[in-house]
T-cell receptor, first 114, second 111 residues
Framework: GAGVSQSPSNKVTEKGKDVELRCDPISGHTALYWYRQSLGQGLEFLIY????????KSGLPSDRFSAERTGGSVSTLTIQRTQQEDSAVYLC????????????FGDGTRLSIL | QQQVKQSPQSLIVQKGGIPIINCAYE??????FPWYQQFPGKGPALLIA???DVSEKKEGRFTISFNKSAKQFSLHIMDSQPGDSATYFC??????????WGAGTKLIIKP
């Protein structure tokens, strides 16, 4: 597609449930990032996939959070046993792995935990 | 060492004024400094970026000024318009491997 696509755009779920958020990057972009953005706040880095290398998971806040990237394209961020503090917008970005190429963002998934 | 400090947190400017948003960094290895613009309900979008070998870069009404010795860079918006109202983020990285983000500035341009 023309841009980074994220689904669903909104997700409301009960505390304790598991959720899966999907990111479809721009074709040909081998680098993929997940961020979390709480209301009115900046971007919190979660995880970075770079080509075939092991992902940089240093930003994942707890072991309830995990992410996969299948076939070097689509990525799924999974949050297990959701807590109310997980409520935020989850943003995905992709870029070409050439020096100084910008990150292109999707419009995010707004996650609300009741 | 890894922080990027952005100020102000919020800014209100009259139409036609020149809002200025400032960022400061510590890591001298950073070599890529982008600014992103984010509208409500949307993801951030690259506005303009600069490398430390130049002191200023202009794209339309947007200008980045870069002071390598002070480790500071700033965004100026000339002839600001209500449509420029958005949240602006500065960032820094080494070769764009992983961006270190500022906390954001919510800009409101009053008609």
């Amino acid at each position: 597609g023309a841009g980074v696509s994220q689904s669903p755009s909104n997700k409301v779920t009960e505390k304790g449930k598991d959720v899966e958020l999907r990111c479809d990057p721009i074709s040909g972009h081998t680098a993929l990032y997940w961020y979390r953005q709480s209301l009115g706040q900046g971007l919190e880095f979660l995880i970075y996939f770079q080509g075939n290398s092991a992902p940089d998971k240093s930003g994942l806040p707890s072991d309830r959070f995990s992410a996969e990237r299948t076939g070097g394209s689509v990525s799924t961020l999974t949050i297990q046993r959701t807590q109310q503090e997980d409520s935020a917008v989850y943003l995905c970005a992709s870029r070409r792995e050439v020096s100084n190429q910008p990150q292109h963002f999707g419009d995010g998934t707004r996650l609300s935990i009741l | 060492q890894q922080q990027v400090k952005q100020s102000p947190q919020s800014l209100i400017v009259q139409k036609g004024g020149i809002p200025i948003i400032n960022c400061a960094y510590e890591n001298t290895a950073f070599d890529y400094f982008p600014w992103y613009q984010q509208f409500p309900g949307k993801g951030p979008a690259l506005l303009i970026a600069i490398r430390p070998d130049v002191s200023e870069k202009k794209e339309g009404r947007f200008t980045i000024s870069f002071n390598k010795s002070a480790k500071q860079f700033s965004l100026h918006i000339m002839d600001s318009q209500p449509g420029d109202s958005a949240t602006y983020f500065c960032a820094a990285s080494k070769s764009n491997y992983q961006l270190i983000w500022g906390a954001g500035t919510k800009l409101i341009i009053k008609p």
